[in-house]
């Protein structure tokens, strides 16, 4: 589909709105609470309740998609800029979240009626949200479940390093750290020659992430700590390799961070229907064999 025939159908297709007041305000509270565990630093984050069951039908651009939900074609948001070729498969079911009620219907531009959050992916369930990561690694270093990050009782997100916004600013004593976190879902479930199942970094070209960590690279020559920390939005990954056949130039940039001593990591989370929670620690491999 072309861009002005999708633009046409965001503008203009009929979406199966919801048609009690109280149940849209319910879910407005719903997602409010959501926001109030972000802030309050739980150790998970909790999902709406009542999501719908829904198949793919198609995207139309980077952040919107048409879903099917019994028998109703609705327009969903899409939190992902990345491809998703692997998740937005009509073989897969999707979870979607309606969308909150704004607290001014006039004023808001909003088109989409529900969010995408989980894709079940063979019995695998998987976070779409490239939102939650930043959200999840802050709650897990507050709740002081990474010793890797140790040390640090002072967590300020979305903080400007040179000309660049990055997700963590950690403090704590005369440590201070700048902290880089990416959504990952794709994961070859098949394994690779050594028999792990790889998690793959990014996949799709991205110009910004690159930028993000050559601005750690020049953080940690200034005196800082510095790290780029791979959420794997799923359970099923034992590595994480970057995806050079998918963006050689994140690559090497990833490289060149490493020499300069910028940390690189990467967690896996186990998603549930209820929640999204950051579990252990994988290896980060940078052989480029992904």
Request: net charge positive.
């Amino acid at each position: 589909m072309d861009r002005g025939k999708g633009q046409a159908l965001c503008d203009n297709l009929e979406i199966a709105a919801l048609s009690m007041a109280d149940v849209r305000r319910r879910r407005w509270n719903q997602a409010q609470s959501l926001h109030s565990n972000i802030q309050r630093g739980k150790a998970d984050l909790r999902l709406p309740e009542n999501m719908v069951k829904a198949a793919f039908v198609e995207r139309l651009n980077r952040f919107a998609m048409l879903a099917d939900v019994n028998g109703r074609r609705v327009l969903c948001h899409v939190a992902n800029s990345g491809r998703l070729r692997e998740l937005l498969s009509p073989a897969n079911t999707l979870w979607l979240s309606a969308a909150p009620l704004p607290t001014n219907p006039k004023a808001t531009k909003r088109k989409t009626t529900h969010d995408l959050r989980l894709v079940d992916v063979e019995g695998v369930l998987v976070s779409a949200d490239a939102r939650l990561p930043n959200h999840l690694l802050r709650e897990a270093i507050e709740s002081g479940r990474l010793p890797e990050f140790a040390g640090f009782d002072q967590v300020r997100s979305e903080v400007t390093h040179g000309d660049s916004r990055l997700d963590l600013l950690l403090t704590g004593g005369s440590s201070t750290c700048l902290v880089e976190a990416k959504s990952v879902t794709l994961v070859n479930p098949v394994g690779d020659e050594r028999g792990e199942r790889v998690a793959l970094f990014p996949d799709a070209p991205t110009s910004r992430g690159r930028k993000h960590v050559l601005n750690l690279c020049n953080a940690v020559k200034e005196g800082y700590r510095a790290a780029v920390v791979f959420v794997v939005q799923r359970p099923d990954a034992d590595v994480l390799v970057p995806n050079v056949a998918s963006d050689p130039d994140f690559y090497e940039a990833l490289v060149e961070a490493n020499v300069h001593g910028v940390e690189i990591y990467a967690y896996r989370c186990r998603v549930s229907l209820k929640e999204v929670a950051i579990t252990d620690r994988i290896p980060v491999r940078l052989d480029g064999l992904g």
